[in-house]
């Protein structure tokens, strides 16, 4: 009589595990949303780096003045230190508050790599287990673009932050935070069956919010030159000097709203999407909120960071609509 097949131990713990049960699947789920709630904090982070002008805190990279761990006061600088600030020609002399700020950011952004290797690891075994590669390739772009994030954040301080590298660094982040969303689309039972129209109705208002972002860096970049040639405390006076950029950027927050409408109108109807329209709708109005408090209230310093991270928030929230979407 043959033997019984007997597998490997390995290989048949896969089999036993070929689906994964429901801890494991929690387990991993939590971690995804925590990872994307770890890309909004650097996000944030990064917005109090702008907001308060802290940007070329520490003038070079990765290090700050030479240093893995900044001076708390001046005469703890290297005595070479002002030749970090003239390279960059940086017309400001050692502030032990913009240098914190900045190398707190630099901080976050690091520990945000040592999670999304945790989750690339991670998702190779899900991917195993699942016999899905989802998983594994969507980790493997997502940690391939936080070393790119990184480099990055290099070139911008390389080029005493030019608009264009800031920009480029706004956009990725947000892929950051929408790309582990595909893998908890992955685990969802079915999706939503809508009109072909509606099916990509999302990534059309995406592209609008992207397009509203973009021009909100331009703006920023304005904000950043009038502040510095009135004085940072004069904020009443910094929506005056702004151009034209800032009425463009002001009159397209309109076409997001209606978009917003548009789509809460036609998805009324479809079963399941009234949540997610509840989101996006909320996250619509308060991230407009916000540009009206900008507006008339001389650009109150807490609102520039919140409305930074409530566009990509915005953004996330359409993507995740989008991703539960598909057309009958």
């Known amino acids: 009589m043959d033997k019984p097949f007997l597998p490997h131990p390995i290989l048949s713990l896969e089999y036993i595990i070929e689906d994964m049960n429901a801890a494991q699947k929690k387990r991993y ?10 890309v909004f904090l650097v996000i944030l982070a990064g917005g109090t780096v702008r907001m308060t002008q802290s940007g070329m805190g520490c003038p070079d990279w990765p290090k700050c003045f030479g240093m893995w761990i900044p001076p708390l006061e001046e005469s703890q600088l290297p005595a070479d230190y002002q030749s970090y600030l003239d390279k960059q020609d940086i017309d400001h002399s050692f502030n032990v508050y913009h240098t914190w700020i900045e190398y707190i ?39 391939v673009l936080t070393g790119f994030q990184g480099w990055l954040g290099k070139t911008v301080v390389d080029a005493n932050l030019a608009v264009s590298k800031i920009t480029i660094h706004m956009l990725v ?84 709203l209606l978009i917003t409408g548009y789509a809460a109108f036609k998805y009324k109807s479809v079963e399941g999407l009234s949540k997610s329209m509840i989101v ?21 310093a807490l609102a520039q960071p919140l409305h930074l991270v409530g566009a990509c928030l915005l953004v996330v929230v359409w993507l995740d609509l989008f991703l539960r979407l598909r057309s009958s």
């Open 29 to 38: 789920l939590r971690y995804t949303w925590f990872l994307i709630g770890a």
């Open 280 to 300: 996006v709708g909320v996250c619509t109005i308060f991230n407009i909120l916000l540009g009206v408090i900008m507006s008339y209230l001389d650009m109150p």
């Open 105 to 143: 950011n630099r901080l976050l952004g690091a520990l945000l790599g040592v999670f999304v290797f945790i989750y690339l690891i991670w998702s190779f075994f899900t991917t195993r287990r699942t016999s899905r590669k989802v998983f594994f390739i969507t980790a493997f772009v997502l940690f």
């Open 173 to 256: 982040a947000i892929i950051l935070a929408g790309l582990p969303l595909i893998n908890i689309a992955a685990f969802r039972d079915h999706k939503i069956k809508v009109g072909s129209w509606l099916r990509w109705l999302p990534l059309v208002a995406i592209l609008v919010v992207l397009i509203q972002v973009v021009l909100g860096t331009q703006v920023r970049e304005e904000v950043d030159i009038v502040s510095k040639a009135l004085s940072y405390g004069q904020r009443e006076l910094w929506i005056d000097r702004l151009g034209s950029i800032f009425s463009v950027h002001r009159s397209f927050s309109w076409l997001v």
